[in-house]
């Protein structure tokens, strides 16, 4: 496994035009990099997935049209509805503020799911330093909105007294609380890498016993799971921002709505 992820052409390719210039950099840091590549696979192909769709935007760009908008540009569209959507089921009416970071997530985690399916790449996301970063990059993010949205005081009130528990259960709750919102991260990174790192296992000794036929339904099995796992990360995220913007005021309407509904 390791042999074919360092034959892999590409980041044999990136390393020979950035490897010097990055060893040198560790170098200054105090951190000299040993033998073999140092920039790694998985950071390679994340800047492919960059590369890729900011070519791909630059293009779509040139071509935008409000009179007569193209076939892709429709698909685009009704990509943004749908997450629009979404946000405003989980989020509320501020849903659509935070349609940059949850668009942004699933097309990466998408992308990133899918290279695996493709000769001559990998899937980033079947490191778990990618996982872990993208599940980092959520956490602190709606951390952050929920300090912007509501004061770091009320915030971090929730943690000690959630809407609807009372203040002196604080000392058994703020513990609970912080190991939830923990466990989260874990979550998040976990379950992406383990399907994606095992999906990626099969197909790769499938190929290696009987490389034509065998591997086609567990391919096709793998845009399920791609598309399955991307659309979990971001659903999650989703939830997690609408909790953590949500004021009491809203915590208590939504539980009302929801007692309405039972």
């Given at each position: 496994m390791e042999k074919l992820e360092h034959d892999l052409w590409i980041v044999q390719a990136a390393n020979a035009a950035f490897g010097p210039m990055?060893?040198?950099?560790?170098?200054?840091?105090?951190?000299?990099?040993?033998?073999?590549?140092?920039?790694?696979?998985?950071?390679?192909?994340?800047?492919?997935?960059?590369?890729?769709?900011?070519v791909i935007c630059l293009i779509v760009r040139r071509s935008l049209s409000v009179d007569n908008p193209g076939k892709l540009q429709v698909l685009i569209e009704d990509g943004v509805a749908a997450a629009r959507g979404v946000l405003h089921d989980y989020v509320?009416?501020?849903?659509?503020?935070?349609?940059?970071?949850?668009?942004?997530?699933f097309v990466f985690i998408l992308t990133g799911n899918l290279m695996g399916l493709v000769p001559g790449l990998k899937s980033p996301t079947a490191n778990i330093n990618v996982t872990l970063g993208c599940a980092l990059t959520v956490s602190v993010y709606y951390h952050l909105q929920g300090v912007k949205e509501q004061g770091i005081g009320p915030y971090l009130k929730h943690f000690a007294a959630p809407p609807g528990a009372p203040i002196f259960l604080a000392p058994i709750m703020?513990?609970?609380?912080?190991?939830?919102?923990?466990?989260?991260?874990?979550?998040?990174?976990?379950?992406?890498?383990?399907?994606?790192?095992?999906?990626?296992?099969?197909?790769?000794?499938l190929f290696s016993i009987i490389p034509f036929l065998v591997p086609l339904p567990m391919m096709f099995l793998g845009?399920?799971?791609?598309?399955?796992?991307?659309?979990?990360?971001?659903?999650?995220?989703?939830?997690?921002?609408?909790?953590?913007?949500?004021?009491?005021?809203?915590?208590?309407?939504?539980?009302?709505?929801?007692?309405?509904?039972?």
């Open positions: 990055a060893r040198a950099l560790l170098r200054a840091l105090g951190r000299p990099a040993g033998p073999g590549n140092v920039i790694p696979d998985y950071l390679v192909m994340a800047a492919v997935i960059v590369l890729f769709w900011t509320g009416h501020k849903g659509p503020r935070y349609l940059a970071i949850v668009a942004t997530m703020l513990p609970i609380e912080i190991i939830s919102h923990l466990s989260r991260v874990l979550s998040l990174s976990l379950r992406l890498f383990g399907n994606i790192f095992g999906e990626d296992l099969v197909i790769l000794i845009l399920v799971t791609a598309s399955l796992q991307a659309f979990i990360f971001v659903l999650l995220t989703t939830i997690y921002l609408g909790g953590a913007v949500a004021t009491e005021h809203e915590h208590h309407e939504h539980g009302e709505m929801i007692a309405g509904e039972v």
